[in-house]
C-alpha cells in the first residue's frame, strides 16, 4: 500500500458532498442513476455510469463519455488534484449504535497471479470486466475504490484511534444513514507505521472482483506506466472495527412458481411458509423473519405471493456441485442454489440476463413479481466462509456477498499517473 495524490471535489462541505456522491455503481437502479444525475450537474454517477444520449457526446462510447467529462471538470475546477502524496483514514459509522467500520484509502499493488497476498473470493463477469477496464483505460482514473478486508493487525488500529479524535477532512452521510469522515494523511511517520503494519497482512476481496480484475487487465495492457500497477483500495480489518456480510438474492424472470417448486422438489425436501396476509409486503415481512432466525436453515423462494423452504439436498444435487471444491464452498446456501437449483433442477444459465441479482429482499420480491419469476432468497456466507474459499482457492458464484458498509463513491478519485 501507498499514498497518492488525490483528485476530489474542490468544495468538502457536507450538503455538497452530499450532491455529488453516490453508491457504488453496482449499486445504482436506472431510476436511481437518473435521480442522481438530476440531484447535481457533477454528480459522480456521469462518470461511474455515463450515458451517451447526447449527439455530440465525447467519442461516441460510454467510457469516452466519461473521459470527456472528467477532464472538464478537472479544466473548470470541479475536482483538484492534491500537491502532496496522503493516505486516507476513512471511517463508515452507521446508525443506531451499529460499531463503526474504520479503514485506509490508498493505493494498494496489483498482486503477481501466484500471490496471495490479496485473494478473490466471487467469479467475475468477463462483460463487466471489459466494462470497467474500458472506463479505467479511458479516463486513466480509479474512479471508486475496491475494498479488502485485511487480517487482523493491532498497529493499524493504534494510529486509527489517535487519528479519529482529530477534526475530519470531509465528511457526509448517505441516504442509508452511515456517516462517512475521511482524514487526510501526509505525515511520513503515520503513513510509515500503517504502510508497514499492512505489510505483515493478507487481505481478502470484499467488493470490487469486477474492478480488480480490469485493474489487472489494464495493467497488462498499459504496463509501461508505473501508475498502472495499482488499484485504488479501501483496507478494513476482518472482524471486530471491519465489515459485515450480507446476503445478495437471485430472481429467476418468466418462471412459473408452481413448476419451479416442483422442480425443486426433485433436488431438495420442500415446505410451504405460512404469510401472514397478502401480496409482496407481506411476503418480505415473512421472509426477514424466517432468515433472520438462526436456528433455521436452507433457501427461500417466492414469486411474492407464496414462499417455500428447500432444505436437505439430495445427493443429486450435490453431485451437480462441484466435487473438487473445498468442503466449505459445497455446503454454502448460494452453491447449493447457483449450482443444484438454478442451473441444475431449473436448467437455467447463469447469465446477466436469465438470473437477476437483487441486493435485498424486498427489491428481490418486487423483481419477481415484475418479472413473473421466482425469486431465491438466501442467508449471507460469513466472514470467516469468505475467508476460508478465498484461501482454499476457490470461488464462490458471481454476487454472493454483500459487504457493508459501503464507502462512498465520489469522495476520493486516484489519478494512475503519479
Same mark, same amino acid.
Given at each position: 500500500?501507498?499514498?497518492?495524490?488525490?483528485?476530489?471535489? $474542490?468544495?468538502?462541505?457536507?450538503?455538497?458532498?452530499?450532491?455529488?456522491?453516490? #453508491?457504488?455503481?453496482?449499486?445504482?437502479?436506472?431510476?436511481?442513476?437518473?435521480?442522481?444525475?438530476?440531484?447535481?450537474?457533477?454528480?459522480?454517477? /456521469?462518470?461511474?455510469?455515463?450515458?451517451?444520449?447526447? &449527439?455530440?457526446?465525447?467519442?461516441?462510447?460510454? @467510457?469516452?463519455?466519461?473521459?470527456?467529462?472528467?477532464?472538464?471538470? %478537472?479544466?473548470?475546477?470541479?475536482?483538484? $488534484?492534491?500537491?502532496?502524496?496522503?493516505? *486516507?483514514?476513512?471511517?463508515?459509522?452507521?446508525?443506531?449504535?451499529?460499531?463503526?467500520?474504520?479503514?485506509?484509502?490508498?493505493?494498494?499493488?496489483?498482486?503477481?497471479?501466484?500471490?496471495? @497476498? +490479496?485473494?478473490?473470493?466471487?467469479?467475475?463477469?468477463?462483460?463487466?470486466?471489459?466494462?470497467? $477496464?474500458?472506463?479505467?483505460?479511458? =479516463?486513466?482514473?480509479?474512479?471508486?475504490?475496491?475494498?479488502?478486508?485485511?487480517?487482523?493487525?493491532?498497529?493499524?488500529?493504534?494510529?486509527?484511534?489517535?487519528?479519529?479524535?482529530?477534526?475530519?477532512?470531509?465528511? +457526509?452521510?448517505?441516504?442509508?444513514?452511515?456517516?462517512?469522515?475521511?482524514?487526510?494523511?501526509?505525515?511520513?511517520?503515520?503513513?510509515?507505521?500503517?504502510? %508497514?503494519?499492512?505489510?505483515?497482512?493478507?487481505?481478502?476481496?470484499?467488493?470490487?472482483?469486477? $474492478?480488480?480484475?480490469?485493474?489487472?487487465?489494464?495493467?497488462?495492457?498499459?504496463? !509501461?506506466?508505473?501508475?498502472?500497477?495499482?488499484?485504488?483500495?479501501?483496507?478494513?480489518?476482518?472482524?471486530?472495527?471491519?465489515?459485515?456480510?450480507?446476503?445478495?438474492?437471485?430472481?429467476?424472470?418468466?418462471? #412459473?412458481? @408452481?413448476?419451479?417448486?416442483?422442480?425443486?422438489?426433485?433436488?431438495?425436501?420442500?415446505?410451504?411458509?405460512?404469510?401472514?396476509?397478502?401480496?409482496?409486503?407481506?411476503?418480505?415481512?415473512?421472509?426477514? !423473519?424466517?432468515?433472520?432466525? #438462526?436456528?433455521?436453515?436452507?433457501?427461500?423462494?417466492?414469486?411474492?405471493?407464496?414462499?417455500?423452504?428447500?432444505?436437505? @439436498?439430495?445427493?443429486?444435487? /450435490?453431485?451437480?456441485?462441484?466435487?473438487?471444491?473445498?468442503?466449505?464452498?459445497?455446503?454454502?446456501?448460494? +452453491?447449493?442454489?447457483?449450482?443444484?437449483?438454478?442451473?441444475?433442477? *431449473?436448467? /437455467? &444459465?447463469?447469465?446477466?440476463?436469465?438470473?437477476?441479482?437483487?441486493?435485498?429482499?424486498?427489491?428481490?420480491?418486487? =423483481?419477481?413479481?415484475?418479472?413473473?419469476?421466482?425469486?431465491?432468497?438466501?442467508?449471507?456466507?460469513?466472514?470467516?466462509?469468505?475467508?476460508?474459499?478465498?484461501?482454499?482457492?476457490?470461488?464462490?458464484?458471481?454476487? !454472493?456477498?454483500?459487504? +457493508?458498509?459501503?464507502?462512498? =463513491?465520489?469522495?476520493?478519485?486516484?489519478?494512475?499517473?503519479?
Amino acid at each position: 500500500m501507498r499514498p497518492f495524490r488525490a483528485l476530489t471535489y $474542490r468544495e468538502h462541505d457536507h450538503d455538497h458532498l452530499a450532491r455529488v456522491s453516490s #453508491p457504488a455503481y453496482d449499486l445504482v437502479t436506472p431510476a436511481g442513476r437518473d435521480q442522481l444525475a438530476e440531484a447535481h450537474p457533477h454528480n459522480i454517477v /456521469r462518470l461511474i455510469l455515463p450515458r451517451v444520449d447526447a &449527439p455530440e457526446g465525447a467519442a461516441g462510447t460510454t @467510457a469516452g463519455l466519461a473521459a470527456e467529462t472528467l477532464r472538464v471538470w %478537472q479544466r473548470e475546477g470541479v475536482l483538484e $488534484r492534491d500537491d502532496r502524496a496522503a493516505l *486516507w483514514l476513512y471511517e463508515l459509522q452507521p446508525p443506531h449504535g451499529v460499531p463503526a467500520t474504520v479503514g485506509w484509502l490508498g493505493a494498494v499493488t496489483l498482486p503477481s497471479e501466484d500471490s496471495t @497476498a +490479496v485473494l478473490p473470493h466471487e467469479d467475475t463477469y468477463p462483460r463487466a470486466v471489459e466494462e470497467r $477496464r474500458a472506463l479505467l483505460a479511458a =479516463t486513466r482514473t480509479d474512479l471508486e475504490p475496491i475494498v479488502l478486508a485485511h487480517d487482523p493487525e493491532p498497529a493499524v488500529v493504534e494510529v486509527a484511534e489517535t487519528l479519529r479524535q482529530t477534526p475530519a477532512t470531509m465528511e +457526509v452521510r448517505d441516504a442509508d444513514g452511515v456517516a462517512h469522515r475521511l482524514w487526510r494523511v501526509t505525515s511520513p511517520v503515520v503513513i510509515d507505521a500503517v504502510v %508497514q503494519a499492512l505489510s505483515r497482512t493478507g487481505a481478502v476481496i470484499a467488493d470490487g472482483h469486477h $474492478r480488480f480484475a480490469a485493474a489487472r487487465a489494464n495493467a497488462g495492457a498499459q504496463c !509501461s506506466a508505473s501508475g498502472n500497477g495499482a488499484v485504488l483500495a479501501l483496507v478494513t480489518p476482518m472482524g471486530p472495527g471491519g465489515l459485515r456480510v450480507q446476503p445478495i438474492h437471485r430472481v429467476v424472470p418468466t418462471l #412459473p412458481f @408452481a413448476a419451479a417448486v416442483e422442480a425443486a422438489r426433485r433436488g431438495f425436501v420442500t415446505a410451504e411458509i405460512p404469510v401472514d396476509g397478502t401480496g409482496p409486503a407481506a411476503v418480505v415481512a415473512a421472509a426477514r !423473519s424466517w432468515l433472520d432466525d #438462526p436456528a433455521e436453515r436452507g433457501l427461500l423462494l417466492t414469486d411474492g405471493r407464496r414462499l417455500v423452504r428447500l432444505t436437505g @439436498a439430495s445427493a443429486d444435487v /450435490r453431485a451437480a456441485v462441484p466435487a473438487e471444491a473445498p468442503a466449505a464452498w459445497q455446503d454454502l446456501d448460494v +452453491v447449493l442454489a447457483h449450482h443444484g437449483l438454478v442451473e441444475h433442477l *431449473w436448467g /437455467r &444459465p447463469d447469465t446477466v440476463d436469465s438470473v437477476l441479482i437483487a441486493h435485498g429482499l424486498q427489491e428481490a420480491v418486487d =423483481t419477481a413479481v415484475e418479472q413473473a419469476g421466482v425469486a431465491v432468497l438466501l442467508r449471507a456466507p460469513s466472514p470467516t466462509d469468505v475467508a476460508t474459499v478465498a484461501r482454499a482457492g476457490a470461488r464462490m458464484p458471481r454476487k !454472493s456477498t454483500l459487504f +457493508v458498509p459501503k464507502p462512498r =463513491t465520489g469522495l476520493v478519485l486516484r489519478p494512475l499517473d503519479g
